[in-house]
């Protein structure tokens, strides 16, 4: 891995491969890439499962794209199911490129778990691990590819096991993320009963029948256009407190 003559030998020498529009494999500088669709981009890596392997690889159908998006372990999906309810993220893609560099003996590379546009138009490189998996070799990866992330002017941050209760909550709404839920004589019903705040149940009961109401209440929930007091420190339940968001609808 030749390093170009001018190249500021302070910052590790970073290419970035990845898959374009066309299928076609590329392997630029850094910089070249900073303003390159990521978010966009195919997997550089299949997301497959094969009998014995200790990872659990898989799909999952992100709201936020109308897209599926891979993951290669329980962790990965809880942290994606987390970025598609956010709803400062709108796009997001994972294994989007490898990042390419040399550490003094040989060449290394990582690809990074996932690439997230935001909706200001920022970007941000995430990686997921749990604290006590993070070895020295992840740990050295990790930091080239932060350093890189700031000459490319995104973000990057190295995430690991969620809170356990806001995990749950999010979860849960997430079965009610896909917009068949949203039945909009139900949706005005649910906006008039929780102009005020009022226990989860009871304005379900109070906009219908629940077995109509809840589905899309907790599809509201998701796009935040109703927001639950205490999301992040108790569970969902009858007596959660409901209300109008304050102009947060995603």
């Not at 891979?70 to 994606?80: A, K, M, V």
Request: hydrophobic share 45%.
């Amino acid at each position: 891995m030749a390093v170009p003559v001018g190249v500021d030998l302070a910052e590790p020498y970073v290419e970035l491969s990845y898959v374009d529009a066309v299928g076609a494999c590329r392997r630029r500088p850094l910089l070249d890439c900073a303003t390159t669709r990521f978010e966009d981009v195919a997997a550089v890596r299949p997301f497959r499962w094969s009998r014995g392997e200790r990872h659990f690889p898989g799909w999952y159908w992100a709201a936020t794209t109308g897209r599926h998006v891979g993951f290669e372990s329980w962790l990965e999906r809880d942290r994606l199911v987390l970025m598609d309810f956010d709803p400062g993220v709108v796009g997001i893609a994972s294994q989007p490129f490898w990042v390419h560099w040399h550490d003094g003996e040989r060449e290394r590379r990582h690809a990074p778990d996932y690439f997230v546009r935001r909706a200001d138009g920022s970007a941000v490189v995430v990686d997921v691990r749990a604290d006590e998996r993070v070895k020295p070799r992840d740990a050295e990866a990790f930091e080239v590819t932060h350093r890189a992330c700031g000459q490319a002017g995104w973000s990057f941050e190295r995430v690991g096991v969620p809170e356990e209760v806001l995990l749950a909550n999010v979860r849960w709404l997430s079965r009610y993320r896909h917009p068949r839920c949203r039945l909009g004589p139900v949706v005005d019903h649910l906006r008039e009963v929780f102009a005020e705040p009022a226990p989860l149940m009871g304005g379900a009961d109070a906009a219908g029948d629940r077995l109509e109401t809840l589905p899309v209440l907790f599809h509201l929930l998701w796009l935040h256009e109703l927001a639950a007091e205490g999301l992040a420190v108790a569970l969902l339940g009858p007596s959660t407190v409901v209300r109008l968001a304050d102009g947060s609808i995603r």
